[in-house]
């Protein structure tokens, strides 16, 4: 079984209008999969793009639930708008999937994950993991989510991505990107790793400032390298361009082009 992750910054333009979709990008990535299926098996999950994170930001769900009534109805109305736009936007990967004869199958994430100040706590991934023997292709989404300690939160894919890699085991766990793997620097300015062992991520996240608190000032790297760290104790990890045409299709054969973490 494969894992993989469609970032929010392949599927939409972040900085655009809000649900703005590339269709075009996601009918590649189902063509390319379907090269694969049914004799490979997918679990799919999603990022927010332009769809979760204009509503996250917008009712603040981060700070959680507050214990003043006028501020939580403002942010249990934006938890229930964000969950909305998410559906819609997963709405879009099944009807894209099916239409390729990929039988997408749309898994609420916030059904299944519960999650304490921002981490997750559990999940029952039991129907993940039957829909996978009936040859299904789950698909999932970063999403809000019940939190224990202050009442609600927002869910990362990567996050998903994580936990379902401890979990599922899955043999790869590709991450498709809107740049072309892991850099030694930022973005456009470092170099391109190709490979990239375990015991070397530590030493890249202090070259390239991830600092403990959490400032990241490379486009979003430092989390997924974060969580890459922790999947390579399970899986092999894959960084590929998720907008440019055969990277992911190299990633599943093993001879891509992008970075490899093992």
């Known amino acids: 079984m494969i894992l993989i992750k469609i970032g929010g910054s392949v599927f939409s333009d972040k900085r655009g ?28 999950v999603h990022g927010g793009g332009s769809f979760g994170h204009h509503y996250a930001k917008e009712y603040s769900i981060r700070e959680g639930l507050s ?19 998410m559906l819609r ?15 997408g199958f749309s898994i609420s994430t916030s059904s299944l994950f519960i999650t304490e ?5 559990y999940a029952d991934i039991e129907v993940i993991e039957k829909l996978l023997e009936l040859d299904f292709i789950p698909i999932l989404f970063g999403d809000v989510s019940v939190d224990v300690a202050q009442g609600i939160d927002i869910l990362s894919g990567d996050q998903i ?4 890699t401890k979990m599922l085991k899955p043999k790869k766990a590709i991450f498709l990107m809107d740049v072309d793997g892991i850099y030694d620097g930022k ?4 170099t391109l790793i190709p ?11 202090e070259r390239l400032h991830c600092t403990a608190a959490g400032t990241d000032v490379t ?7 974060r969580k890459a760290y922790e999947m390579a104790h399970y899986s092999e990890v894959w960084f590929v361009n998720g907008k440019v045409p055969g990277r992911l299709s190299g990633a599943i054969r093993g001879d891509g082009f992008g970075t490899r973490l093992r």
Request: include cysteine.
């Open 89 to 103: 936007a997963n709405s879009k990967f099944v009807e894209i999937f099916t239409d390729h004869n990929l039988p």
């Open 17 to 44: 209008e809000p649900e703005n979709f590339r269709t075009d990008v996601v009918e590649e990535i189902a063509r390319e999969l379907a090269e694969f299926y049914p004799d490979e098996k997918f679990v799919i």
């Open 117 to 121: 100040r921002g981490e997750i706590l």
């Open 161 to 164: 991505m994580a936990y379902l």
């Open 219 to 225: 486009g979003g790297i430092c989390n997924k390298l």
């Open 195 to 205: 490979e990239l062992a375990r015991e070397e991520v530590p030493a890249l996240l």
């Open 187 to 190: 973005p456009g300015e470092g």
């Open 67 to 85: 214990g003043s009534w006028g501020i939580d109805s403002w942010r249990r109305l934006g938890f229930s708008l964000t969950h909305q736009s």
